[in-house]
């Protein structure tokens, strides 16, 4: 069951300001908010002093859909059902396959066609609804549980004329009682990918003095690759979500440069492999297991189609603590995406490695989530074969390729709290460098160097 957040009340709904006046129209709201407009008087609702939340969306699927006539919710950044059905009736007009997914084919024919309307020379539906560039419900999600400032980057399909600012201020009702709120200031810059490029100098300015600043890059990272690379030198944290990665190979070999900069990079989609983790060491903790996984040359991981990116970052986290160092890779493609990785031990063990990207006809919310995975060794008497699965999809696939029988099974809970805004309301509670997620992307960086080669 998904937590429900924290009720929200707005003190300020969003108006328009121009750039040069948004921090007096925030000065203005608290100014408000003081008994007879007494400023020393104690304020019924006061500004946070927390860090700053810059929020990046650079997913154009729902404007895309919304402008072609499919979609007719907010441009929020939340996939919910309302995105998953204009998903499927996009695809399904266009002749592409009906998946519902927001992947690299479908946007690039959701592009195409909306470039065919700018000229002209359109054959869809029609714009039934008119787009509406909120872009606020996920950054509510967060500030509802992180008091802050939110500056919500929000790339504009269109002609360029131009950045527009809108402020307003949310608080959240907690159940505790308290004499005033604390209360989130929400400041929106909207336009294209080049004018908001031109405001570089502008975002930094926006947060407020020496606290902590987090930059949420939402999306790919090759949306607008000049303004991040701007930016990023200017935030404690650069938070990215590599399920969300459509193109996943080249946006981690953009994670790789950004992390070689020494730039604190934090992924959500690594906090969701912590229950995989824990039950693979949990395995070996018994006294005459424990020497046997030095044993292990068969790692087999099964994942959801689509993205590749859980699986290697925990072959990262596996060849990361048993010393392992990656020397050859292949990939076969067709209705299974399997990558062949070989690597090699400290005591030169050869090891063998596949994920497989299964196909799925009832994919999870999250894309590339793991299945299942079987940890084994060529020695038939070592006694360190492992499966691990997901309580959901059972562990038949695994089991099915023999030696279950002498294997020690276990099986992940399925966890409903995994949404992006609910992990990242957790990271931004624990900021600061993941030695452990560091040292597993640097095996997952020598795998992306293989594959380049």
Known sequence: MATQSTSLVSLQDPIDVSLSDIESELQKIWLAQSPNGDSQAVPVATRAATFSLVVYDSDDTQQLLSRLGFYSGPIDGIAGPRMTAALKAAQAHYGLPVTGERDAATLDHLRQEYARKQAG?????????????RSGGVADVI???????????????????GVTAQVAAYCPIKKQSRSSLICCEYITLQGTTEALGRVTELIPS???GDLPKFLWWKGGLDSNPELLTTIAPLFDSIIVDSSEF?????DLRQVAELMAKGLPIADLNWRRLG??????AEA?????????????????????????????????????RLKWQPTEF?????DYEIYQIQLLGADQRVIEAELAGIPTGDRGEI???????KLASTNLKADCSTIICSETRGCMRMESGGGAQVAKTYQVNPLSEQTAELLLSQQLQRWGQDLLYEESFLIVQQILDLIES
């Open 284 to 320: 070996f903790d018994p006294p005459e297991r424990r020497a046997a996984i030095h044993e292990i040359d068969r790692v087999t991981v099964d994942y959801e189609k689509g993205n590749p990116t859980q699986a290697l970052l925990f072959l990262g986290w596996l060849a990361s």
């Open 143 to 161: 500030a509802s549980q992180n008091p802050c400032r939110v500056i919500a980057l929000c790339p504009t399909l269109g002609p360029d004329t």
């Open 246 to 250: 459509t193109q996943p190979i080249t």
């Open 121 to 133: 020379d359109f054959e869809g539906i029609g714009e039934r609804y008119a787009a509406d560039i």
């Open 275 to 280: 229950a995989w983790q824990e039950l693979s």
């Open 330 to 334: 292949k990939v076969e493609s067709g």
């Open 206 to 208: 926006l947060a407020i």
């Open 367 to 373: 894309l590339g989530d793991l299945i299942d995975l």
